[in-house]
């Protein structure tokens, strides 16, 4: 079983910015559907990132359209998140998943962003 762990999370003022990272001792991102999912207090699971397995396309939830970028580090083996100009309501739990709402779908603890000036 995969263990994926992230971090990076913190806390950091609107419009300021942080980069998540993603790591899996001998996981290999490039072999899945990696998303980030992330979940704020009270609220249900939000999809808002997906690097494709292979070649790599990416899709964005409308929330983090053109403020947050996927992507994996080959030689670091790492899955990141880059997020800019972040928002009160980004304020959640960041999780990334292994090939979400899929049958053998996997999910790292989490790491905490709060956004708060």
């Known amino acids: 079983e995969v263990q994926l762990v992230e971090s990076g999370g913190g806390l950091v003022q609107p419009g300021g910015s942080l980069r998540l990272s993603c790591t899996g001792p001998?996981?290999?991102?490039?072999?899945?559907?990696m998303s980030w999912v992330r979940q704020a207090p009270g609220k249900g699971p939000e999809w808002i990132a997906v690097?494709?397995?292979?070649?790599?396309?990416?899709y964005y939830a409308n929330s983090v359209e053109g403020r947050f970028t996927i992507s994996i580090d080959d030689a670091e083996n790492t899955l990141y998140l880059h997020m800019d100009d972040l928002r009160s309501e980004d304020t959640a739990l960041y999780h990334c998943v292994k090939n979400y709402q899929m049958s053998d779908e996997s999910w790292g603890r989490g790491t905490q962003v709060t956004v708060s000036s």
């Open positions: 001998g996981f290999i991102f490039r072999s899945y559907d």
């Open positions: 690097i494709n397995r292979g070649g790599g396309s990416t």
